[in-house]
């Protein structure tokens, strides 16, 4: 089975960096998506970034285009999340999520995650960001 497990949250000021990392198993890590997901307390989840080995550049939701860098290292099985100049507005649970073998693009994957999670293949299980003031 296809299994997720993210890390790398913490408390931060605004201004600072993390790194998220989701490390993936039970596949192999050669034709996938995966997709970074924030869930806020009180609010919806939502979908701010997506690498696939079948897009020639990753997706960014426009509100963390130009801090947020999205990576993979396959030999590592891990996609990692930069996250630079932290903002309050960021403070939230990230889940990453995975599709193998996709068919969509990584917005539609996006998409998809927001909509109707279940039809990806794996979750992980989140990792806490804070941004203070």
């Known amino acids: 089975d296809v299994q997720l497990q993210a890390s790398g949250g913490g408390l931060v000021q605004a201004g600072g960096s993390l790194r998220l990392s989701c490390v993936a198993s039970g596949f192999t890590f050669d034709d996938y998506a995966i997709a970074w997901f924030r869930q806020a307390d009180g609010k919806e989840r939502e979908g701010i970034s997506c690498i696939s080995t079948r897009a020639s550049r990753p997706y960014y939701t426009d509100s963390v285009k130009g801090r947020f860098t999205i990576s993979s290292d396959n030999a590592k099985n891990t996609v990692y999340l930069q996250m630079n100049s932290l903002k309050p507005e960021d403070t939230a649970v990230y889940y990453c999520?995975?599709?193998?073998?996709?068919?969509?693009?990584?917005?539609?994957?996006?998409?998809?995650?927001?909509?109707?999670?279940?039809?990806?293949?794996?979750w992980g299980q989140g990792t806490q960001v804070t941004v203070s003031s």
């Open positions: 999520a995975a599709v193998v073998r996709p068919k969509e693009p990584p917005i539609i994957i996006i998409t998809t995650g927001e909509f109707d999670p279940n039809r990806l293949d794996a």
